[in-house]
Structure formats: C-alpha cells, structure tokens
C-alpha cells in the first residue's frame, strides 16, 4: 500500500510538472492491474494490442492525411472562392462566407486546427481587405474552425465511439444536425455584427467561373459523406477514399502540388499521430479496468442519490464538460471521461449518440477557452496577434455557441433526426 502510494504521489507530481498523459496513463493501467486486480504487466500489454487492433482506428491517420493534402494543395482556397461569390451581395457576406468555408472544408479534414490554418490563412487577409476588423476577423475564423470536430467526419466522434461502444456511422449522422445549427447562428451573428462596408454585387457568371473551378472540392464532402450514409463503404473505407480523392484532385486535376510537400504532409502527419495514439491505446486499457471493477456503474449508483432528474443532470453535465474543456485537450477528456459519463447519461434517459454529440460540442467550445483552448493559440500565431485580443475577439462567438450547446443538448432531435 505504501508503494502505491508513493507511485501515486509520484504521478500527480508529473501531471503538475507536464509530463506527458500517455506516460501517466500507462502508469496508471500497470498500477491498477499489479496492486489491484493481482494481475501481470503482461495483462497490460495484452490490453494495449486489443485496443490497437481495431479497424476504424485506421480512419483517424487516413482522414488527418487527407486534410494536410488539402491545406498544402489548392481544395481550400476554391472552397473559399465558391463560398465569397456565392455569399457576394448579402451585407455582411465575407463574414458568412468565412464560415460556410470552414463547414465545407471541416466536412473533409475532420480537424478543428486543420480547418482553421487552411482557411483562415487564406481568409482572413480577404476580410481584412473587406473592411473588417481584426478583432472580427479572428473571431469569425477562430470560432468558424471548431466546426471541424462537430460536422462529420470528426476524429473526435471516433475517438468516442471506441471509448463509449456506440456506431461511428450514427454519430456521423448525429452531427449533421448540430453542424447546420452552428452554421446558421455564426452566419446569423456575422450578418448582425456586419460593418458598415460597401457591399459587393452577386454576380452570376463570377459564382458560375468558381463553381465550374471548385467542382472537385465540392464533391469531396459528398462523396465521403454520401458513401458512409448510403453504406456504399464504412467510415475507414471513406478514410482511404478521401486520401485517393485528394491525390487525384490535387496532383492530376489542380497539378499544384509539389513532390515535395507531399512528403512533407506525410511527415507532419506522423508527427501529429504518433503520441495520440499511444494516449488512445493506454486509456483503453485503463478502460478496461474500470469496467472489471465497475467503476462507471459505482459512479452511476452514487450520482443517482444526488441528481434526480434528466434536466438537472444535463444541466450539470454541461457545466462540468466546460470547465473540463478549459484545462484538458479534447482528446484526453474524451479517453478519460467517455467512458464514465456516458452509461450515467444513459441512466438518465439520454441517447449515447446525442450525448456524444453534447460531449463533442462542449469540447469543441474548449477550443476556444483558456488556458489550453489550441484554436486560441492557432489564431494567434497564424493572425499574428496577441493571445489576449484573440481571446477577446471570440467572447461574442462564444455567447453564440453556448446558445447552440443548449439548444442541442435539450432539443434531442437535432442530433437524432439523421439517425
């Protein structure tokens, strides 16, 4: 016991001093198996392949490359050309358009940074040049990047479906809801907060030229999403699609991207790769775990004495995911608290795939909160601008997504309707 305690004290002293989770984590699994369940290192090990040898685990690297070919090539500066000719004539239009490119482009990469470095590098000179502000302008595309983990695909939505045992497919589903729902309050919110610039005039023959130039990155999303909805291919198979897709695309059709940067892209991918996945293969084991002592279901008995409606429940729920947003990764928070919070939300009469989806959203508004909120520190560095403005630019878009998490958390349908 004192051992354990010592290993314990020892752990806490490195999460305080920044070591890195999966270190903790595996930690943690060989603990819990050695001084509780009697069990070898070797169950652990034997633990970490199972959680490795999993099919859809394949779409996380396949869908993170298909989106760091698309931010190198061209995809995302046609996406955007559709979106600003489209959005031309509506007062406010730029900023709508910001956020209709980020929609698409998430509907590809599955990454929330992903999505914002590659519009946002492109568009925010193009709203700064409109007459929008910077304060403005980094809100709308910091704010507009978070999209990338709730409109499918999303590497989160697989990140829970594993943890938690429910369809990848039907969360897929789930988010296409929620995902027009944010689109349209951000849109609403630009349309209002709209400076007083001259307005462009649609014209119909510049929105066909750009149409008939990003037809391929259109039917990117359509294919992926369509053939997963149909049941055409699963959602590794569109993984592997959406890779081919974007080579074609861009080495054949648009030709501009370099031998070089694809090699780059596969580097970078590696890189982004390589401690996620050792983070998801420990906390499956720990998972594992806490299921044979039946952690989840202990916590299940002792919040029932607490909270005894579903709304309370949500209510607190929420609260809790936010405040856990502002200081863990989505990832993390996703390996470590799935599995917990989800057979309480069935206990209270919530459809696991709608509490994945109040899970994600609520973790996506992490993105945008301090002190660990990635979208912030992205924005900062790609707009070149303190990290305080940037913060101070998305506290209006934050007002706007926390009345979209109520919306979506107490309005069940918008995530089941697809289902």
Same mark, same amino acid.
């Given at each position: 016991?004192?051992?354990?305690?010592?290993?314990?004290?020892?752990?806490?002293? #490195? =999460?305080?001093?920044?070591?890195? =989770?999966?270190?903790?984590?595996?930690?943690?699994?060989?603990?819990?198996?050695?001084?509780?369940?009697?069990?070898?290192?070797?169950?652990?090990?034997?633990?970490?392949?199972?959680?490795?040898?999993?099919?859809?685990?394949?779409?996380?690297?396949?869908?993170?490359?298909?989106?760091?070919? @698309?931010?190198?090539?061209?995809?995302?500066?046609? +996406?955007?050309?559709?979106?600003?000719?489209?959005?031309?004539g509506i007062p406010g239009g730029m900023g709508v358009a910001a956020i209709l490119s980020c929609a698409v482009f998430a509907a590809i990469s599955g990454s929330s940074p992903v999505t914002l470095i590659a519009?946002?590098?492109? @568009?925010?000179?193009?709203?700064?040049?409109?007459?929008? #502000?910077?304060?403005?302008?980094?809100?709308?595309?910091?704010t507009g990047g978070t999209l990338g983990i709730i409109i499918p695909p999303s590497i989160p939505m697989i990140i829970f479906a594993i943890m938690a045992g429910v369809s990848v497919v039907d969360l897929f589903?789930?988010?296409?809801?929620?995902?027009?729902?944010?689109?349209?309050?951000?849109?609403?919110?630009?349309?209002?907060?709209?400076?007083?610039?001259?307005?462009?005039?649609?014209?119909?023959?510049?929105?066909?030229?750009?149409?008939?130039?990003?037809?391929? &990155?259109?039917?990117?999303? $359509?294919?992926?999403?369509?053939?997963?909805? &149909?049941?055409?291919? !699963?959602?590794?198979? #569109? %993984?592997?699609?959406?890779? +081919?897709?974007?080579?074609?695309?861009?080495?054949?059709?648009?030709?501009?991207?370099?031998?070089?940067?694809?090699?780059?892209?596969?580097?970078?991918?590696a890189e982004m790769l390589g401690m996620l996945f050792l983070i998801l293969i420990l906390a499956v084991s720990l998972n594992k775990f806490m299921t044979f002592e039946q952690i989840p279901q202990q916590m299940?008995?002792?919040? &029932?004495?607490?909270?005894?409606?579903?709304?309370?429940?949500?209510?607190? /729920?929420?609260?809790?995911?936010?405040?856990?947003?502002?200081?863990?990764?989505?990832?993390?928070?996703?390996?470590? =608290?799935?599995?917990?919070?989800? *057979?309480?939300?069935?206990?209270?009469?919530?459809?696991?795939?709608?509490?994945?989806?109040?899970?994600?959203?609520?973790?996506?508004?992490?993105?945008? !909160?301090?002190?660990?909120?990635?979208? $912030?520190?992205? %924005?900062?560095?790609?707009?070149?601008? *303190? =990290?305080?403005?940037?913060?101070?630019?998305?506290?209006?878009?934050?007002?706007?997504?926390? /009345?979209? $998490?109520?919306?979506?958390?107490?309005?069940?349908?918008?995530?089941?309707?697809?289902?």
């Amino acid at each position: 016991m004192a051992t354990s305690l010592l290993i314990g004290l020892a752990l806490v002293v #490195s =999460l305080l001093l920044g070591l890195p =989770l999966f270190v903790i984590m595996g930690a943690l699994a060989g603990i819990c198996y050695i001084n509780v369940s009697g069990e070898t290192l070797s169950v652990v090990v034997g633990d970490i392949f199972y959680a490795a040898d999993k099919e859809i685990l394949l779409a996380i690297p396949l869908f993170v490359l298909a989106g760091q070919i @698309m931010t190198k090539g061209s995809i995302s500066k046609r +996406l955007i050309n559709v979106a600003r000719s489209l959005t031309a004539g509506i007062p406010g239009g730029m900023g709508v358009a910001a956020i209709l490119s980020c929609a698409v482009f998430a509907a590809i990469s599955g990454s929330s940074p992903v999505t914002l470095i590659a519009i946002g590098s492109l @568009m925010y000179p193009a709203l700064l040049e409109a007459g929008y #502000s910077k304060k403005l302008s980094a809100g709308v595309l910091a704010t507009g990047g978070t999209l990338g983990i709730i409109i499918p695909p999303s590497i989160p939505m697989i990140i829970f479906a594993i943890m938690a045992g429910v369809s990848v497919v039907d969360l897929f589903k789930a988010g296409i809801g929620p995902g027009i729902l944010l689109v349209i309050l951000l849109s609403g919110y630009m349309l209002y907060a709209r400076p007083k610039i001259h307005t462009t005039r649609f014209e119909l023959k510049l929105f066909l030229q750009d149409l008939r130039r990003g037809v391929f &990155s259109l039917l990117m999303p $359509l294919i992926i999403l369509g053939g997963i909805y &149909s049941g055409f291919f !699963t959602a590794t198979e #569109s %993984a592997a699609v959406a890779v +081919l897709y974007a080579v074609v695309v861009e080495f054949l059709i648009h030709r501009e991207l370099r031998f070089s940067e694809f090699l780059a892209v596969f580097r970078e991918t590696a890189e982004m790769l390589g401690m996620l996945f050792l983070i998801l293969i420990l906390a499956v084991s720990l998972n594992k775990f806490m299921t044979f002592e039946q952690i989840p279901q202990q916590m299940v008995d002792w919040m &029932s004495g607490l909270i005894s409606s579903k709304i309370t429940f949500l209510l607190a /729920v929420n609260l809790l995911l936010l405040i856990v947003g502002c200081f863990m990764d989505i990832m993390s928070a996703i390996l470590v =608290l799935a599995p917990i919070l989800t *057979p309480m939300a069935v206990h209270y009469g919530v459809d696991p795939v709608h509490f994945g989806i109040i899970m994600i959203v609520n973790l996506e508004i992490g993105y945008l !909160t301090p002190p660990i909120g990635i979208n $912030l520190f992205v %924005a900062s560095g790609i707009f070149k601008q *303190p =990290l305080v403005d940037v913060i101070r630019a998305v506290l209006p878009f934050l007002v706007v997504m926390l /009345v979209g $998490l109520m919306i979506i958390s107490f309005i069940p349908m918008i995530s089941l309707v697809f289902v």
